[in-house]
């Protein structure tokens, strides 16, 4: 008696919505700062600001307690040069990570020739992480074995229980990436939220800024937003907003039914969002014709993780079906956590399939592990990765017997996926050293800028935006909101509930990614990128307004669907801007085939202006000596916090 | 045989369990349908009962409601058959499936 359908056969009629209707309703809320989003990056903003004491509201679409990416939970935190055990100098560590933006796996010891990062991120995190990390230890989060239940792993330090993952570290050259337990870090960072008297908006999808006098390109001073459980109304008047939405899971996506299984590296709830926002309010943003190819997910392929061979399965042997060893890497210590084999390898081992030297399917041999690292890596790291715990316990539940069985990896008989479906690339908004955007009174955090890193990225800068925003509010007057601009916005987001038949927000999705598909894939022309643009205005002209939201729920995934529509947009048109294909984009166009002419090495930018785009440019250094400017703007940064 | 009440349902989203609830254990306190990112559930009408599932197919099978629940064993996870995995013996070469 648990699915809707049951309880119509139980009682004849359809339940009713739970939740008492407010569509009426208008609520507004003061406030000096507001953080939009309450995934990692929004939570450590909001801490970090109330801590410099400010004022803070949080709004989250979910519930914060576990929303976002990280919500269900992380076993690496990656970027942490400066932990006592650490054998590199942060500075020196974040200008390699600059010059070979590498996450995971050996970085090569060569600068890559071309590398697309974020410099200023980057810095932070090099420099900050570990306070970040001692300051969630804090409040709860489990950073280290204290419960010695790991004693004898290779990585482990018996002075301060710190496990070290072989990520970025062959054969301990590094020491950088801290082995964690994830699963605790959510909550714990929901608690001191309440704790510091953060003011938090659960339930509630943000939906545009508010800036001065409603003028494009003009100061931040708040945003509307709407309850997606009641449907109430919601304005936001704020000194100061830190956006932290992160990126887009879904634009190339045509099955909304099967979204659920993508769910690498982004969650459900990610939709462009933020970007859609920070654009109509007048934002550059930049890097926005990057394109990721699509590995998993969407019930096309078997879900990461699913099978071994992914991030977690550290110091795993593939195998093949006679269980010959593969030279995939070991993601272990001698290849520093290596998670793919080269592009020639990958070759020799496809060779490899086709003339028989090698046996599909292949299998991680689990068995063959000395137990204590079979443990850690099936225990800690799967258990405390995020979505990962129900690997563990369903296959265990299902008989799976890691010290006895081999689990099979299912990436190499799927192959990669179709280009077709892609994932957003690392677009997103510009900064400055103060991690603030191209707009006055907005600041950004983690996976919401440009070529954004990853979980300890997303917390440090986070909690670098919440003090760097508290500073700002602190010189600033108070805001004054357009009362026209919150009318439009409102008459916009309530629209769909006013018709009662007409396109729902799946129908809408899949054409919207259909579009994209068609015209803004593998094979890019500025005659296939315009007719792109062509076919969102039509269904924004056509479609969109026979969009219809039964309850509040629909009503949200249907501004969603429009923030996917703006989101296709901005990346038509950066594609257009850039004329020239690329590699580390993976941006190809027939138009401009010659691939990474020095002439193009650069960001292009984009934004809107007058409601017209504009195209723009940025050196590829554009934040200059690392070191020196971080040390410059944060001659007052006080480390750990000490306060109660 | 006695007929049940046959209704004209269109097609049931699917999958439709991304969770299975154990209605002996679950005391319907709803700190599933709390958690969860998407609001896959929505609470029983009746107090004290398993959530109601009303949004299967937007689950992003994350499992936080299964890891959050207080009650072990109220709620489990179910994946798809699609996505159920494979695994070999080592002693004896048996490939095995999760098929619970
Ligand atoms: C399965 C999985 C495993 C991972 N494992 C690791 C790991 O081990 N180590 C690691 O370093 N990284 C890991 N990552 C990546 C890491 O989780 C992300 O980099 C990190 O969460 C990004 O933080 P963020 O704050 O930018 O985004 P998120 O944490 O995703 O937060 C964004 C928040 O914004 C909210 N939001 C979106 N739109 C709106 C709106 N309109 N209004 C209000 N709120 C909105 C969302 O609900 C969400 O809570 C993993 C990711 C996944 C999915
Ligand atoms: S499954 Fe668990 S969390 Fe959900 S209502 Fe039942 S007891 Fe509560
Ligand atoms: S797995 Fe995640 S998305 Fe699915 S019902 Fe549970 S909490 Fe919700």
Redesign the pocket.
Known sequence: MTKWNDLLEKNGKVPPWPYPIRYDEEHEIDTDILVIGGGIAGCWAAISAARNGVKVAMVEKADTIRSGSGGPGCDHWCVTPANPHSKVDPDDWAKRLVEHPVHAGQPPTEPLPLAYSNGIGTQIQCREDFDTLLELEQMGGKIRDVDDEYVGAEGRYDDTKFMFSPRMSPNHATEVTIRVWGTTFKPALKKECQRLGVKIYDRVMVTSLLTEGGVQGAKVVGATGFNDRNGEFMVFKSKAAVLATAGNSSLWFLNTELAGYNTFPNSRTKCGDGMSMAWKAGAELTLMEQTGMHMIGTGLKHTWYGGSGDASFENLQQVDAHGKKLPWPLQGWPDGGDMRPSPEGMQKIIQGIKDGTYALPFYGDFPAMPDIERRVTWELMLGEESTTKNITNSYEKAGFNPAKHLLMNFLLMEGNGPANWRTSGAGGLTVDWDLKSSLDGLYVAGGQMFAAGDHSYAASTGRYAGRKAAAYVKQTGESKISRDQVTLEKARIYAPIKRSDGVDWKELHAGIARAMQYFCSEYKTGLLLNMGLDALKEIEEVFVPRLYALDPHKLMRSIEDLCLLTHGQIVLNASLARQASSRPLNFFRIDYPEVDPPDWNKFITVKLENNKVKTGEMPLNYWGDMKTNYEARNKDYTGVYKGK | MPQKQIYALPNIVSPANPVI?NPD?????????EVCQIDVFIPNPEKGK??VILHPDECWYGGC?VN????PG??SFNWPVQQRAYWKDKATGKVLRDSQ
Do not use: E, K, R
């Open positions: 609830f254990i679950c005391n319907g306190c709803n700190t599933c349908v398993p959530p409601c959050h629940c207080p009650l109220a709620i």
